[in-house]
């Protein structure tokens, strides 16, 4: 697991990168918080009264001094962000509406980042995923050719390192969304130094059975290829067709993956959370994530029973997002 956050690390060493955190009052976050300003790879900005901040962080026994404060109720450019904000919901969103939105820490965090004053965020640790997820969809959006954002996680077993998707946001991808997981999933596996090598996953291989459900992952294939056909991807396939090359010489002889996938989509969100919680509690994996992919600017959530550790790496990976 060093390995991998050494690499990330290394990524971002140098690049002044900030990451904001709308949740400073948490003990989580501030301890995550003191521990990157103290490594000096990313910058904290934390969201919160910054005496009410100062105070959390003194009960709690950290340092932030290396951290941006920030106050929504007292901040400098409020009426510049709002103006923004009105003119990014094209109509939505009244003067009136955006200063009442922008006093919530989410929205307001979410601005800083698409206004370019913050380079990602961080939250989750005490807001549920669509909390933080919404305000990131309404204002960041998605890049162009993506209409949904998705969660991967990078499993990690010792020097083992495999891409896992949708695993966290999308509970019935159809063809167009798996496609679009696809090509997203390989940028996030290449960030993480792994050479991106596709299986689109079903209980078939290669025809061995048909079903709506076979035949939503073979089109979601095609999809994928008519926009990158540099990328090493084929499906359908069963996991050991995938995996195992003895098993792939036998079930698809023809296929550039030859059982040596890294990144797998799978059909649907039942089958990649059950997926990877058993390649984390039967394999001994580490799961590191979700990490949200598909967005123009990076934007990731933590679960709410996230540890300190847990809040540091996530923004390590959400500053490396934002350099690639």
Known sequence: MSNLFDTLKAKIDGK????????ALDERILTAASQLGADGLVKPV????????????AEVGVDVSGAEILDPANYDEFDEMVASFVERRKGKATEEKAREVLQVANYFGTMLVYMGKADGLVSGAAHSTADTV???????????????????F????????YVFADCAININPDSQDLAEIALASAETAALFDIDPKV?????STKGSAQSPETEKVSEALKLAKEQN???VIDGEFQFDAAFVPSVAEKKAPDSPLKGEANTFIFP???????????????GNFDAVGP????LNQPVNDLSRGCNADDVYKLAIITAAQSVQ
């Open 229 to 231: 056909n540099n990328l």
């Open 154 to 161: 990078v499993m990690v077993r010792e020097e083992e390192k």
């Open 291 to 294: 990490v949200l992919q598909g």
């Open 16 to 23: 002044g990168k900030k990451i904001v955190f709308p949740e």
């Open 268 to 282: 649907s969100l039942e089958a990649g959370n059950i997926g990877y919680k058993i390649a984390q509690r039967l």
């Open 46 to 57: 934390l969201v919160g009264n910054k005496e009410k901040v100062e105070q959390k962080a």
């Open 134 to 152: 919404r305000p990131a969809l309404q204002i960041i959006k998605t890049k162009p050719g993506i209409k949904k954002t998705s969660g991967v």
């Open 199 to 203: 299986a689109m996953l079903s209980f």
